[in-house]
């Protein structure tokens, strides 16, 4: 599988003046491209294609006195910007008529000078390489310092050069990872339950306790935005604060970031497979929960979760967000009424005492598993009745991570009645195909089958 490695890099005033260079001109063909594709949009005429577009914004638009600076810049810069808007469009498209899946896609919009976030890509055919020294060399900017933290597990396919908002530099390259990267298989497997006291809730009983770096920093992120508020606008000195907090918003990120590439990491290594649930996000930063969802990043988790499992060999599975993983026994897998946040432990009919989390996190590895191997598989050992939509099948059927409703005992008894009458006329009408069935039916098949 291909991966992004990312090193910090920290070039010379004279390569950072060049840098901004190949920003601007990458940036340039960009916007003339959408303002092409606009306007003819808007005259009615045809879609203009990407060869011709490359034409008319690099090889013609270098010919012109305006434009005769994008020839300082190495041309894989400009042929990437404009390969970015053809992305864009090509996803747009795809929204609109429904072939991609997901929210739907925007059409692309123009780049602002103003942005302090800017990137560039250099491919293959750009010929940057790594030089004997370990700087990284560009063409047309020169041999840059790299801060490399780990080795790269193979040649670097492309690498782009990224400015964040802090005003950092990174160099991420986009390598292959070897084979011999599979772990040697073990038998645990585990559920995982995600909330905002406990990040993470194993269903082993393991609780991680979520670090809330976003909370420990409002502090000083409050009094650098105080500062800021106080500048005037356009002025150096609210660039400069501008920065500093972009700078302590990096770093609350960067510890996070650190923190799950820990945490994801140690799961895969010690169980062979990973369950969690397919939580809904987008839809929880609308709530009043919002700052605390944003600052567990629980997307990026399960991001992490589910290529580290593809590299390393392991299991990766999500459960549907609609499983009662909550309010369902673990032990004889019924499912109880919704509970408020506040109850954080609760008694089971039957007489087992649950945690909540604890609960939820069993309840999701068990339905991993059934979803995962086979659909028709049991995700509890239990039998319990069957829904009211599904009162045609048996009491010990299969039993999905969809919701499970509870019917009443007197009802449950009806079901069961008819169900063995029905049984009983169907075996009557039946064509006998089994040895055992005929013998039932027919003693002298039996002795047939003797003699034979």
Known sequence: MQLRYKYRMYPTPGQQE??????????VVFNDGLRLRQAAHEAGEKY??????????????????????????SAVVLQQALADLNTAYRNFFASLSGRRKGR????????????????????????FAIVDDGKLRLPKIGDLHVRWSRRLPSAPSSVTIIRDAAGRYYASFVV?????????????ETGIDLGLTHFAVMSDGTKVAAPKLLRRAARRLKRLQQDLSRKQRLSN???????????????????RRDWQHKLSTKLIRENQAVYVEDLCVSGLVRTRLAKSVHDAG????IAMLEYKATRYGRTFGRVNRFFPSTRMC?????????????VRAWECPCGTTHDRDVNAAKNIRAAGQADLNARGAHVRPVSVPAARREAGTHSDAARTTRSVERISTSRAERMSIHRSVGAGVRQQRAPL??????????????????AQ
């Open 18 to 27: 060049k840098l901004a260079g190949a920003f601007g001109c990458a940036r």
């Open 330 to 342: 673990s032990d004889c897998g019924s499912v109880g009424e919704k509970m408020a946040l506040d």
């Open 433 to 450: 195909h089994d040895t055992a069935d005929r013998a039932a039916v027919d003693p002298q098949h039996m002795d047939h089958v003797k």
């Open 298 to 301: 629980w997307a990026s988790f």
């Open 237 to 255: 000195n609210r660039k400069k604060a501008v920065a500093r907090v972009a700078k302590a918003h990096a770093r609350v990120a960067d510890t």
């Open 48 to 73: 203009i294609p990407d060869g011709d577009l490359s034409r008319r914004v690099i090889t013609e638009a270098k010919l012109r006195s305006e434009r005769a600076w994008l020839s300082e810049v």
């Open 104 to 127: 739907k896609v925007a059409p692309p919009r123009f780049r602002s000078r103003k942005d302090s976030r800017q990137a560039i890509r250099f491919t293959k055919n750009s010929r």
């Open 176 to 188: 292959t990872t070897r084979e011999d990267e599979i772990l040697p298989p073990v038998k645990s």
